[in-house]
């Protein structure tokens, strides 16, 4: 065969394969773009696990949560609800478990089994209510609409740390779905007396 025709077919076929190259980069992107937009995300890590066991360590940050913020935006300057908490909590937090005494050892150590027995003291479940409750709701109104169509409005009463009980609604409706909120659309009051009076029953408080 000619030496330039040999040489002419081999260019050809170099810029066809060129331009196929081209056309199938262009499809993966869009093929990879669509996944991200409609394929399934990485799974939402519940905000606290129900039922689990106390351990030494998360009792001793339960009871002296308040001491270790406080330690952090001392020596950090990051205060506590601020982003870059996170980054310091985990450190701060294995220094204090290390460095209690053999008798807060032993005394945290008892409150491990006494908890995981008998449950939580009232001081530590409005702590958990307080800075907890909402994003669990939320987690599980999401969680239950995804799995199971299901739409939820909730009502909870809860006391906090001085006593005081505190009744509250949560409505995830339209961060759901493209749903609407319940609450801005409907005149669901009407029920909160009825709520009210039930929580006060239930916590031995007097109804008016």
Do not use: C
Request: no cysteine; aromatic share 10%.
């Amino acid at each position: 065969m000619d030496a330039q025709l040999l040489k002419s077919r081999k260019l050809v076929s170099a810029s066809g394969h060129s331009h196929w190259q081209r056309t199938h980069d262009v499809h993966v992107k869009v093929y990879r773009k669509w996944l991200q937009n409609h394929g399934e995300t990485k799974k939402a890590k519940p905000p606290i696990t129900l039922g689990r066991r106390w351990t030494y360590r998360s009792v001793v940050e339960s009871l002296r949560k308040k001491e270790l913020l406080k330690t952090i935006e001392d020596e950090t300057g990051v205060k506590p609800g601020e982003h870059g908490m996170m980054n310091h909590y985990s450190k701060y937090l294995t220094e204090m478990v290390e460095s209690l005494t053999e008798k807060e050892v032993e005394e945290a150590t008892e409150i491990v089994i006494d908890w995981n027995k008998q449950g939580v003291p009232p001081e530590v479940q409005s702590d958990i209510a307080r800075w907890k409750s909402d994003d669990i709701l939320q987690y599980v109104a999401k969680e239950m609409f995804k799995r199971a169509g299901m739409r939820l409005f909730m009502l909870s009463a809860w006391k906090n740390e001085k006593g005081k009980l505190m009744v509250s609604s949560h409505d995830y409706n339209d961060e759901i779905g493209k749903g609407e909120s319940f609450s801005q659309s409907s005149d669901w009051q009407t029920i909160l007396p009825e709520w009210e009076d039930y929580a006060k029953k239930q916590f031995g408080e007097q109804t008016t």
